[in-house]
C-alpha cells in the first residue's frame, strides 16, 4: 500500500500544506518515522518531537501549525484524521474464507451470505449469524444466539445460549459474553445456585476486550448499548446495563444490577458496587471504587498515589488514627 | 414450562395465600413481571415495587406479606425459595450428548457411564471422568486427573495434569485451574524457573467463574474445599487454601501460601498478600487490601471511596503530610 | 525417579553434610517431608520447623547450617538450589508429541524439526516455529509470526499476526498476545477505532501467566525485553516497554504507553498509568497506584491497609475533610 499526499486530501477531507506528491507507505510516530512514512500530533507533551521528525506527513491540528516546517496535514481532530488514515494500512490477516470444514454447526443454525467460521468453531441450535460476520477461529456460539453483521470475533470467544449481539461488534480473543452471574443463597447446609434465567444483548458498534466477561442477567438481560467500548479482562455482573458511547479501560469491574450512564469515561482497575446507579457523563479515575449512586457529571477519583514505603507507612497508621486526631484538634479549638 | 401455584407449593414446601390455579411460565423482577411469572422480595430497598406489580405470585417473608395484597408464596428466605423455584425453568442448553467424534482421549483414560464428551475436547493419559459429568465443548483434561461425577465443565476449561475435581463442581468458560504457581529464584544472570510439582485440589459442590485462575502448588497442592463459590477473574495463587462455603466475588486475588478460613465473604477486587491467615468468619469489602493476617472474625475495609477529583487532589496531598500535621497537633496540645 | 544424595552434590556443585547413600524420591514441605524426600529452609519464618522435619535431607544456607541435626545440603542460596534440584523430578506431561493430525497449519508455514503441534492447533501463513518448541494443544499462531525455540505454548494461548517471540519463553493457558490496544478516538457522532498496526516482541526466556493479556503497539510493537516474567491475569496495554528481569506479580496492568526499567519488583494488583516512566530497580507493593514516573529506585506504596469496617468508616470520612483539618490546625498554631 502506497499513497500519495494528494490522495490523502480527496480521500478524507483533510487540508494539505507541502508536496502534494509526496507518497507514504505507513505510519510510525513522530520520533521514529522515516520520509515514507506519516505520523500525528494530538499530545501537546510530543511537540518538541516536531524539529526533528523525519516524517513525510505530519497530521496537526490548525492551532499547531505554525510549530512544524514539514509537509502537514491540517485536521480540527488529527488523532480522528489519524484513526481514518491508518486503517488504509490494516490488513485483515485472516487466513481463511468461508465456512471451514472442522466446524461444528448445528442443522438448525441459520449462517447468511458471505460468513466466515473458522477452523475448530461451534455454531448452537437456532442461532443466526448475520451476514458479512467473521468468526476467526474456535469461536463458540451457544444455541439460540442472534450475532448481527460485519461482526468479528477471534479465536476462543465464547458466546453462551441466548445471548444477542448487534451489528459491526469486535470481540477479542478469550471473551465470553453469558457465562452465568454470580447468584447465590444461603441454606444451613451451605450455598444454593440461583439459576441465571437472563442473557447478555449487546448492542451496534460495541467492542470487547481480551478475557474480558460479561455474565448473564439473573431474570433479565445484562445489556450495553450501542458503541460502549471494554478494554481487556473487565468484569461486567450480572443485570448490569451500561450506557451509549461509554468506555472503559483494562481491569475495571461492574458488580451486580449497576447502572452506568452514557458518554462515561472510566479508567482501568476502576470498582463499581452492586445496584448503584453512575449518571451520564462521569469519568472515574484509575483504581477509583464507587460505593455510592454518583447524580452528577464530573470527574471522581479515590485510590490516594504512592509514597515511598517508609514514608508511606507513617501516612497508613496516621490515617487509622485521624478520627482521634480529628477530635484533637477540636478540643484544642475550644481551648 | 407451565406450573400452578398449588403445585409449587407441594414441591416446595411453601404457604399460599391466594389463588392455587393461577399458572406461572416463568420468572421476572417485581417491576417488569406479568401475570404469568412469579417474582419475589428479598431486598427491602425494591418493596415499593409490590404496589405496582404485575406479577402472578411473588415469593415473601413472613415479616412482608401484610404489604403485598396479591397472591404470595410466604418463604422463611424468599431468595432461597426463588432459587428453586427458579430451576424449573432452567434449560441444559446443551446441544450435545454423548462423546463427541471430534474429542482427542487418550486409551488409557477412564470415562465413566453418562458422561458427555464435546467437540474438541482432550482427555489426557489415566485420567478418570465420572459419571454424568458434562464437559461442554474444548475441554481440557490433563494427564492423571480426577473429575468427580454430576461436574459440568463449559468452553475451553483447562484442568492440568494431576488435578483432581471433586462432585458436582461447575467450571465456567475459560477458567485455568492447574497453571504453574509464579515461582522465581534469582540468579546473578536472571530468574530461574521453581517447578511446580503440587497440583490443585477442589472439593464437592464449588463453582469457579468464568476466566478465573487456581494455580498449582509447589511441593503441595493448592486446595479448595466442599462449597467454595469464585466469581469471574479471580486469580488463586499456588500453595492457597480456601476453606468450606467461603465465596469470592470477581477479580479479588489470594497471594502464594494464604490460608482462608471457612465462611468467609470476600468482596470484589480484594487483595490478600501471600503468606497470611484470614480466620474463620471474615468479611471483606470491596478492593480491600490484607497485609497482616486476620484472627478475628468481622467485616474489614481499606480503600477510601471517592470524592470529586478537585476535593480529592486537596486530600490525596494532605495525606502524605499527615505525620507530620499530626505532631504538629502535640506539638499544640503541649502547649 | 530416585537418587542418592551423593549423586546430588555432583550434579549441582552441593556440599554435604550426612549420608551420601541417602536416596530422595522426591520434595516436599519441612513439615510434610518424609525420609524418601528432600525440603529446603529459604524464609527464616519456618526454621522451627528444622527441628521436628522428618525429611530425608534438607538444602540450608551456611549461616542456618547449626540449625539443623540431620543430612544436609549446604547452599549460598538455598532457594535457587532447591528450584535446580526439583528440577529432576518434573515430568513433561505433554501427552503427545509431533504434528496433530487436526492441527491446521498454512502451506507457507516453516515448522523447524522436533516441533510438538497438539491437537486443534492453527498455524498462520509465513508463521515459523522453531525447533524443539511444544505447542501443547489449541494454540493459535496468527499470520507473519516468528516462535523461537525450546518454547512452551499451553492449551489456548492466542499469538495474533507479526508478533515475534524468542527462545525458551513459557505461555500459560488462556494468554492473549497481540490483541488490538484500546485505541479510540471520538467523533460527534460515536468512537471510531484507532488501527493498531504494530505488534508485540518479547524477549528470550520470558514467562508468561494464565489468561495474561498483551496487546499489539498502535505504530511501534509493544516489548518484553529478556528474561521478563509476567504472573497470571495482567494486563499490558499497547506501546508498553518492560525492561529486563522484570517481574510482575498478578492482576497488575500497565496502561498505554508506559514505559518500565529492568529489574523492577512489581506486586501484585498494582496500576501504572499511561505514558509514565520506572526507572530501573523500583519495587512496587501490592495494589499501589503510580501516577507520576518514578525515578528514583526503591519501594513505593500507595494503598492503605484494611481496618474493621466500623473504625475504617471513622477514617474514611475525615479522609475527606483532612484539607480543612490541616488549616483549622494551621490557624490553632498561628493562636
Known amino acids: 500500500m502506497r499513497i500519495n499526499l494528494s490522495e490523502l486530501v480527496l480521500q478524507f477531507d483533510l487540508k ?29 507533551k510530543y511537540s518538541s518531537q516536531l524539529n ?39 490488513n485483515s490477516n485472516h487466513s481463511f474464507t468461508g465456512i471451514h470444514s472442522t466446524a461444528v454447526i448445528a442443522k438448525t443454525a441459520i449462517i447468511e451470505e458471505n460468513v466466515t467460521i473458522g477452523p475448530f468453531s461451534i455454531i448452537g441450535e437456532d442461532s443466526i449469524i448475520k451476514s458479512e ?26 458466546i453462551a445460549y ?21 447468584g447465590l443463597a444461603r441454606e444451613d447446609k451451605g450455598w444454593i445456585k440461583v439459576p441465571q434465567l437472563g442473557a447478555v444483548r ?12 460479561i455474565d448473564r442477567g439473573t431474570m433479565e438481560d445484562t ?21 451509549k458511547h461509554t468506555v472503559m479501560a483494562g481491569c475495571s469491574a461492574v458488580a451486580g444490577s449497576a447502572k452506568i450512564g452514557k458518554n462515561c469515561l472510566i479508567g482501568g482497575g476502576v470498582g463499581i458496587i452492586g445496584h448503584l446507579e453512575v449518571c451520564d457523563g462521569v469519568t472515574l ?27 508511606w507507612r507513617k501516612s497508613a497508621v496516621r490515617i487509622k488514627q485521624l478520627d482521634k486526631l480529628a477530635k484533637r484538634v477540636a478540643k484544642l479549638e475550644k481551648g
Open 162 to 182: 441466548d445471548c444477542k449481539i448487534g451489528n459491526r461488534v469486535i470481540i477479542h480473543p478469550g471473551a465470553v459474553i453469558g457465562a452465568d452471574g454470580f
Open 223 to 243: 445489556i450495553l448499548e450501542d458503541d460502549v467500548r471494554l478494554d481487556n479482562q473487565i468484569q461486567i455482573a450480572h443485570n448490569v446495563r451500561i450506557g
Open 285 to 311: 479515575q484509575s483504581m477509583a471504587l464507587v460505593t455510592k449512586s454518583i447524580k452528577k457529571p464530573g470527574s471522581y477519583s479515590s485510590v490516594a498515589p504512592i509514597q515511598e514505603t517508609h514514608e
Open 16 to 44: 494539505l500544506e507541502g508536496n502534494p506528491s509526496q507518497s507514504i507507505s505507513g505510519v510510525a510516530p513522530l520520533d521514529k518515522a522515516n520520509i515514507e512514512q506519516l505520523s500525528f500530533l494530538s499530545n501537546s
Open 52 to 90: 526533528s521528525t523525519n516524517a513525510g506527513v505530519v497530521i496537526i491540528s490548525e492551532q499547531m501549525r505554525n510549530k512544524f516546517e514539514g509537509n502537514k496535514l491540517i485536521a480540527k481532530d488529527p488523532y480522528v484524521a489519524f484513526a481514518k488514515v491508518a486503517s488504509l494500512f490494516q
Open 202 to 213: 449487546i448492542g451496534n458498534d460495541c467492542e470487547i476486550g481480551a478475557n474480558t466477561t
Open 133 to 158: 460476520t467473521v468468526l476467526e477461529a474456535r469461536v463458540t456460539i451457544g444455541n439460540n444466539c442472534i450475532i448481527g453483521n460485519k461482526c468479528l470475533f477471534k479465536p476462543n470467544v465464547v
